[in-house]
Structure formats: structure tokens, C-alpha cells
């Protein structure tokens, strides 16, 4: 037991530093405030979450979402195990976030090497790319939608929103239709990666349809910097997204402050440490 505690403060300590350490580092650090209600869905393991909390410090609160039992225990024993001062507190819950409120079945693949979704199992299987799609694990896990969580006061509603699920994300904004159109829409990065999408049957175009409506402009992540892009049907992507997979949704007038932050990360500007960002599994079209 004690060489277990021993190897979770070392892994914590050398993977949730204060300092950024990859590109995505250090969006959240220009997107994060101190005192902000920050939700990360699609947890994992929780090394975004724990970078949340410093980021959020004392007066914030960090909501963690992870569905699948062996991932959601292994995030709370990772949470259990960070001794940092000085950060906010996490909540764990283990719910997969969706349009509507009910159990889902989600699929793993047998190697356990990729994470989770809830997308049919043969149709994820081919979006991973596998030659030989291994034989997944079922989960039944429990869905909700953020509208309903918040409505039912059992969070606060967010400042910031990560959102890392696997292909599913237009049924997390689908489910939240209310809170982007509220009087205080929170900034999000959100991973929108379109081999993933496909084994849902919708595109990025379908993901960036429903933020413009809701009045949100788009960001694009790439791995040489941020990048401007006005998305339409025929052309929903910059070229650069192809090695990119996440992107930035705000909204004018009320993420003016956050965004100021980023400037210096948008590509052909100088004069700041642009940090490197991991390559994406496939190209991103």
C-alpha cells in the first residue's frame, strides 16, 4: 500500500504540475479564472480535471464527468491521491453526458487501449481504424443532460466547459441548448474530430451548425496555432484542422477577457512560448 500511495504522488507530481505543459495547457490557463465553476467531460483518468482545479483555485469547483466504472474509479483515486494546496475542489460523478436523460449503453474496445463511447460498437470499431476491430466491452452506464442537472440546482452552472467524448459531443450540446442560450453561456473547448463523428452519422459541420445558432464564433486548434476560420456546409474547416482536433467556441461581448489571453497563441505571432500539441491518431477529415 505504501509503495502504491508512493507511485501516485509521483505520477501527480510529474504529470499536474503548476507550469503548462503542451499547448492545450495553455488554452486552459487564458480560459480558466480563478473562482470558476469548470466541468470536464469526458474525465478519464483526470489529469485535465486536476489542472482545472489549480487553475480554478480555492474559490472554483471542478465537476468531473466520467461514465465507464474502472476509468471513473481510477479518477477518483487519482483525485484522492493529489496533495496539492491551493486548488479547487473536484466532484466525480459517474454519468455520461447526452441529449436526454437515460441509460446508455457504451462500448470499450477489448484491448482497452482507446477510450470509450457511445457510438455502435461496429461503427466505432471502424472509426478507430482497426484492421481487426477487437471485441468491445458493453457498459450500461446512466446519461444525463447538463439542462437538467442544472435545473435541478444539483450543479452550478459553468463558466468553462471541456468537452472530450469521443464523437458524441453534438448530443452534449443538444442537451444543453438552454445553458448556451442563457444570459451567461460559458466558453468551451471541445474536441470535434471527424473520424470519430462519422461512427455517429452526423459531421463537424452538424457540431458548428448548432454554436453559431446559439451565437458562438469558432476557434481552431492547430498544432502551429490558434487560427480564425468562418465555417460553412462545404467547407466547415481550415486546411491546418486536418492535424488538429480541438476547437474553441466563445462568444463576443462576454469571453472578450478570456480570449485577450489567447492572442498571443494564434498562429504567426511571435513573442510567446507556443508549447508543442499531441498529433492527432488519423488526419482529421
Known amino acids: 500500500m505504501l509503495n502504491r500511495l508512493k507511485h501516485y504522488i509521483r505520477v501527480i507530481q510529474e504529470h499536474y504540475r503548476s507550469a503548462p505543459q503542451s499547448l492545450e495547457d495553455q488554452l486552459y ?3 480558466i479564472e480563478c473562482g470558476d465553476v469548470v466541468y470536464d467531460i469526458g474525465a478519464n483518468y483526470g489529469s485535465v480535471s486536476l489542472y482545472m482545479a489549480h487553475l480554478t483555485g480555492l474559490t472554483g469547483q471542478v465537476f468531473a464527468f466520467e461514465p465507464i466504472p474502472n476509468t471513473y474509479q481510477k479518477l477518483c483515486r487519482n483525485i484522492r491521491y493529489d496533495f496539492r494546496l491551493n486548488k479547487a475542489k473536484i466532484t466525480p460523478l459517474q454519468v455520461g453526458v ?3 436523460e437515460q441509460v ?11 477510450s470509450a463511447s457511445l457510438a455502435q460498437a461496429e461503427q466505432w470499431q471502424q472509426a478507430l481504424g482497426a484492421a481487426t476491430p477487437p ?13 437538467g442537472l442544472i435545473a435541478s440546482g444539483q450543479i452550478a452552472a459553468p463558466h468553462m466547459i471541456k468537452i472530450d467524448v469521443e464523437g458524441a459531443e453534438l448530443l452534449v450540446l443538444h442537451g444543453a441548448a438552454k445553458l448556451l442560450k442563457s444570459p451567461k453561456p460559458p466558453i468551451m473547448l471541445i474536441e470535434v474530430f471527424a473520424p470519430w463523428e462519422r461512427a455517429f452519422g452526423y459531421t463537424p459541420w452538424d457540431v458548428f451548425e448548432v454554436l453559431i445558432a446559439a451565437g458562438y464564433h469558432i476557434v ?13 456546409r462545404e467547407h466547415p474547416t481550415p486546411p491546418e484542422y486536418e492535424k488538429g482536433y480541438n476547437i474553441i467556441a466563445y462568444i463576443q461581448g462576454k469571453h472578450d477577457g478570456r480570449m485577450a489571453g489567447l492572442r ?8 510567446h512560448l507556443l508549447l508543442p500539441m499531441l498529433p492527432a491518431p488519423m488526419p482529421n477529415q
Request: glycine letters at 8%; hydrophobic letters at 35%.
Open 29 to 31: 490557463e487564458a480560459l
Open 98 to 100: 447526452s441529449d436526454v
Open 104 to 114: 446508455a449503453v457504451f462500448n470499450l474496445p477489448g484491448d482497452a487501449s482507446q
Open 135 to 147: 471485441q468491445s466491452h458493453i457498459f450500461e452506464c446512466q446519461c444525463v443532460t447538463l439542462d
Open 220 to 232: 481552431y486548434v492547430c498544432p502551429d496555432g490558434l487560427r480564425d476560420f468562418k465555417p460553412s
Open 264 to 271: 498571443p497563441l494564434f498562429a504567426g505571432n511571435s513573442g
